[in-house]
């Protein structure tokens, strides 16, 4: 009888302890994480590079997200946001020789620091020089879309701070802006010729800046 | 050329250090044992077998200290062979070549040492018998039991099956890192550079002739063999030649099919020059040196000079290009670069001095 009680005490323990942590990542389970870079809407204002750096203890001299400027041959000036792509098919995943970079199921390319060995294979493998090695920690560094911001049911960073609503970050296969604009504007992505299914979609992006 | 590049690289663009150009120079142990397992399953070349396995496994056996010393978390390094990336699965597709050559490398050495004990086996038993103390012990667990000339030629079958083995393992290495850096980088340089594994491998003969010639002039300055020096000057010419015409066939397909990898690559194009011309030397010296043979340390010379160049201009000069293609960065090479550069080397000359120690350099007649 004391035994019995003692059980059920103990699994209602574990049920306290892992419920949320199952709440947060069933919420997210068949989830695909993406988001769009309104060109039109950035206006330079750095303000997502501060917040990224601030949020993610950026080391100075490497960057999680940048912001290119860029003139036109007609004086137009354009801003364009850049950072991890988070593809689909990521071509810095498999150059890992110890699987310390990886795809989660709702399509988040992340680094896990205890395997990374800091060989520098990702960071060369990586067509949009998204990914840098920390020189603090000695591993592979690059955008999460703030993993651990998500699983608290929060924004990245770096969306939260843009000022004009340049950048929208969602479930892609939902009902959101998002989906939404992907689904029914011409929506461009980077250097579409790697063939890595980038997941960051960009609206009014010229051609000319498609580097 | 524009001055276009990610942030990111600005940050760190040599970020393979020059110890892999080291690394590189290493991998032509590889060729020395694809040498010595073609030489002795064609019965050619034996005299030049022992020491051309014993170089071979010196260089070979200290590969992986190169990159070691480019790891910016070297203590979790084993997890390259405890945790190896080489099945696909959710997480983690596709096999990660770094992981795969780390396997292949250890299946390698273990065959080529194997390869080697019983090549000598018979020899270390009879030395067991001339020499007391741990010696003797050495000696006797390096005999691998073969204490007779019947048991020889039995470990002598085993050797040449071993030998056939080791051939495709070898061969990957000989191509390796130029696999790595055409299949699994975005470097537009690498990627453009369609002949680097043929190059590569081709360019690691040369070194691995020119190592064992400048080996054995020092070694036997006053009597160099004809028998010996000819066929690996026939070899060292072949591949002089062959990475000369490569290099320029590579230049040629840049220019005529791809005009735009030939801007990107504008930066590495100057020493592709100096290359060729060093390894058209090294061919007509090797021409000069079937006459007179002392002439090998002149080959030898200029052919390292050829490769070393080579090597850096495709792992340095190349990296410093920018992923953008439209940018080139200054090489900054901070700390005791050459000192690490130079120390995998050095630990490679250790392992075979140590290994001529216990091993003869040369056989007079099989089985000797």
């Not at chain 1, 060989?119 to 703030?146: E, L, Q």
């Not at chain 2, 997480?91 to 273990?110: D, E, K, M, R, Y």
């Not at chain 2, 026939?234 to 791809?258: D, P």
Request: proline content about 7%.
């Amino acid at each position: 009888m004391e035994d019995t009680s003692r059980r059920e005490f103990l699994k209602g323990v574990a049920t306290l302890l892992v419920a949320p942590t199952l709440t947060a990542a069933s919420s997210r389970t068949g989830k695909r994480y993406a988001m769009l870079m309104d060109v039109d809407k950035c206006f330079g204002c750095m303000a997502c590079v501060v917040a990224c750096a601030a949020e993610n203890n950026v080391p100075l001299g490497s960057f999680r997200t940048w912001i290119e400027h860029v003139v036109k041959p007609d004086g137009t000036h354009i801003f364009v946001p850049k950072q991890c792509n988070h593809c689909d098919d990521p071509p810095c995943v498999p150059p890992c020789p110890t699987g310390a970079t990886y795809r989660t199921p709702d399509g988040l390319v992340l680094v896990n620091d205890e395997l990374c060995i800091g060989c520098g294979a990702c960071v060369k493998s990586c067509p949009y020089g998204a990914r840098y090695i920390n020189p603090v920690k000695g591993v592979a560094d690059k955008c999460t879309f703030c993993d651990h911001r998500l699983r608290e049911g929060l924004l990245p960073a770096c969306v939260e701070a843009c000022p004009s609503g340049a950048r929208i970050f969602g479930p892609l296969h939902e009902e959101n802006e998002l989906s939404a604009t992907v689904n029914s504007r011409p929506v461009q992505v980077l250097k579409p010729q790697t063939g890595a299914e980038p997941q960051i979609y960009y609206l009014s992006l010229p051609d000319e800046v498609n580097r | 050329m524009l001055d276009y590049y990610y942030p990111n690289e600005a940050a760190e663009p040599l970020l393979w250090h020059p110890v892999l150009f080291a690394y590189t120079l290493l991998v032509s142990g590889a060729d020395l044992l694809i040498l010595s397992a073609l030489a002795y399953l064609s019965g050619s070349l034996r005299k030049a077998i022992p020491l051309m396995t014993m170089l071979g496994i010196g260089f070979f056996s200290v590969l992986l200290a190169g990159p070691l010393a480019d790891l910016r978390s070297p203590q979790r390094s084993h997890l390259i062979f405890t945790n190896p990336q080489l099945f696909p699965t959710t997480t983690n597709p596709g096999t990660s070549l770094i992981a795969f050559q780390s396997i292949v490398w250890l299946v390698a050495l273990i065959l080529s040492i194997t390869f080697a004990l019983l090549t000598f086996s018979y020899y270390s038993h009879q030395a067991s018998l001339t020499v007391t103390g741990l010696r003797r012990s050495i000696y006797r667990v390096f005999s691998l039991g073969v204490t007779t000339r019947v048991r020889y030629e039995r470990a002598e079958k085993a050797a040449k099956g071993v030998a056939v083995l080791m051939l495709p393992f070898l061969t990957l290495w000989g191509i390796y890192p130029a696999s790595l850096f055409v299949a699994q980088t975005w470097n537009p340089v690498w990627r453009g550079w369609t002949l680097l594994p043929v190059t590569y491998f081709a360019d690691a003969f040369v070194v691995a002739t020119a190592l064992f010639m400048l080996a054995y002039f020092f070694w036997r300055y006053r009597s160099l063999e004809t028998d010996v020096v000819i066929p690996i000057l026939k070899i060292h010419a072949a591949g002089s030649l062959s990475v000369a015409a490569l290099t320029a066939l590579q230049m040629a397909v840049w220019w005529f099919w791809s005009p735009s990898t030939a801007e990107t690559a504008a930066p590495v194009i100057p020493l592709m020059y100096v290359v060729i011309g060093l390894l058209l030397l090294s061919f007509f010296l090797s021409l000069l040196a079937m006459r007179h043979m002392t002439m090998i340390l002149a080959v030898s010379l200029v052919a390292m000079a050829g490769t070393f160049t080579n090597k850096w201009n495709l792992i340095v000069n190349a990296q410093l290009v920018s992923k953008t293609g439209l940018a080139f960065f200054e090489a900054e090479l901070g700390g005791l670069w050459l000192l690490e550069t130079a120390a995998p080397i050095a630990l490679g000359v250790a392992v075979f001095i140590l290994l001529s120690i216990l091993f003869p350099l040369e056989v007079r007649e099989s089985g000797n």
